[in-house]
């Protein structure tokens, strides 16, 4: 389990989130969803460590390997597709083929389209092979049919991996995640969410 026991973060004088707890099932897909401003990337970034609560506890992820895929693709602008997808490591599957970009892996970002560089991010966040996976809107930016081969790159991780992903998308969460957690005022500032 992952959990965040009694969470608080605000910034400057604006409570984002206040006495909050939730648990994240090992094993599982979870979705985060709540409207824009609520505190789902404030999440994000408590559970990667690059931000540390003002007060209570996170536990469970120590010692465990975190693949990351931001809500900006974050591509070396020098690097071929390829190089950017492996820059992490190089994991079990051709994820670039897989995510139908073996056509493009000697091109650079600048060459690519939108959804071609989420797909390049993604591949690179599935080579990194983490035991955990954050994903800030994953599926942003790709077309239905890619989009269903992208969920199912994920899907097949689990139950060995834990995923917790960010989205706006209710058809997304229902479709890939085995848990919704709903952040709202209620359960952001202080009722308990699960």
């Not at 990667?48 to 975190?66: A, R």
């Not at 073996?102 to 690179?124: D, F, I, Q, T, W």
């Not at 995640?177 to 009722?191: F, K, P, Q, S, V």
């Amino acid at each position: 389990m992952i959990t965040l026991n009694h969470i608080s973060k605000s910034y400057d004088e604006k409570k984002v989130l206040h006495n909050f707890s939730c648990t994240f099932t090992e094993g599982k897909i979870t979705a985060v969803m709540g409207p824009s401003g609520i505190g789902k990337t404030t999440l994000f970034s408590l559970l990667l460590g690059l931000m540390k609560p003002d007060e209570g506890t996170i536990s469970g992820l120590e010692g465990k390997k975190i693949s990351v895929l931001f809500q900006e693709d974050r591509l070396f602008p020098f690097l071929t597709a390829k190089e950017n997808a492996i820059v992490a490591g190089e994991g079990p599957k051709d994820y670039l083929a897989l995510l139908g970009l073996k056509e493009e892996e000697n091109s650079l970002p600048s060459a690519l389209s939108g959804g071609m560089r989420r797909r390049v991010a993604m591949a690179r966040a599935l080579n990194y092979d983490g035991e955990i996976f954050l994903l800030d809107e994953p599926f942003k930016g790709l077309d239905p049919e890619t989009k269903e081969q992208a969920m199912a790159l994920f899907r097949n991780l689990t139950p060995k991996k834990t995923i917790i992903f960010i989205t706006h998308d209710e058809k997304e969460a229902e479709s890939l995640a085995d848990e919704i957690l709903i952040l709202d005022e209620r359960t952001a500032l202080g009722e308990s969410a699960s």
